[in-house]
């Protein structure tokens, strides 16, 4: 397995609250990946990273903002949670062939 | 605007069976596919995938096809077992750059004894 870890794994917060999600890899891999998942759209690509404060916007970056000061480590926060963004987040980073992306094992976010 | 596509929700397929699992695509600047596995609870696992020069790769039980001039590739699994049943997700990437993946909404498939 990738060595991806999340934190938290469940989160249920309020509407109007800050949530900060984490991805750590063990890896030392330049890229970073966030995407959410919810029913009848598959994974939409929210965030990544190519490399230490390297950041650029994917399809639905609205309400979202990262930051990656270490190698190791990719924050994703929800300035100001909106019941829109109850979903599943995954995090990802690249395999040893580039090619292919491994996925953490998710963070389940509901918003109230 | 759906780049890529996968028009079943779900499938049913009896254990010892061929599953063959579909995805569509439209833009052309995509050269690599890949397919993924979901269980519940668990993030993607990747599976196996295929670059635009290539028509067809397997690996054991799973076999992908790609025609180009359709826009279209399949995952087969030969032959089908209980454990695998799960969602599966096609994505699409260009090789050049972020690889940054546009997914499919997945098929669930149901492998009965």
């Known amino acids: 397995d990738a060595g991806i870890t999340q934190s938290p794994r469940h989160k249920v917060t309020e509407t109007g609250t800050p949530v900060t999600l984490r991805c750590h890899q063990t890896e030392n891999h330049r890229y970073m990946y966030w995407y959410r998942q919810d029913p009848g759209h598959g994974l939409r690509l929210i965030h990544y990273s190519y490399g230490v404060k390297d950041t650029d916007k994917g399809e639905v970056s609205d309400g979202y903002s990262v930051s990656r000061s270490k190698t190791e480590d990719f924050l994703l926060t929800l300035e100001s949670a909106t019941s829109s963004q109850t979903s599943v987040y995954f995090c990802?980073?690249?395999?040893?062939?580039?090619?292919?992306?491994?996925f953490g094992p998710g963070t389940r976010l509901t918003v109230l | 605007d759906q780049q890529v596509k996968q028009n079943s929700p779900s499938l049913s397929v009896q254990e010892g069976r061929i599953s063959i699992l579909n995805c569509d695509y439209t833009?052309?600047?995509?050269?690599?596919f890949l397919w993924y596995k979901k269980y519940p609870a668990e993030g993607p696992t990747f599976l196996i995938s295929?670059?635009?020069?290539?028509d067809k790769n397997e690996d054991g039980r799973f076999t992908v096809f790609l025609n180009k001039s359709a826009k279209h590739l399949s995952l087969h699994i030969v032959p089908s077992q209980p454990g695998d049943s799960a969602v599966y997700f096609c994505?699409?990437?260009?090789?050049?750059?972020?690889?940054?993946?546009?997914f499919g909404q997945g098929t669930r498939l149901t492998i009965n004894p």
């Open positions: 833009n052309s600047m995509f050269d690599y």
């Open positions: 295929i670059s635009s020069i290539k």
């Open positions: 990802a980073i690249n395999g040893a062939d580039y090619n292919e992306q491994f």
């Open positions: 994505a699409a990437t260009a090789i050049q750059g972020a690889q940054k993946l546009v």
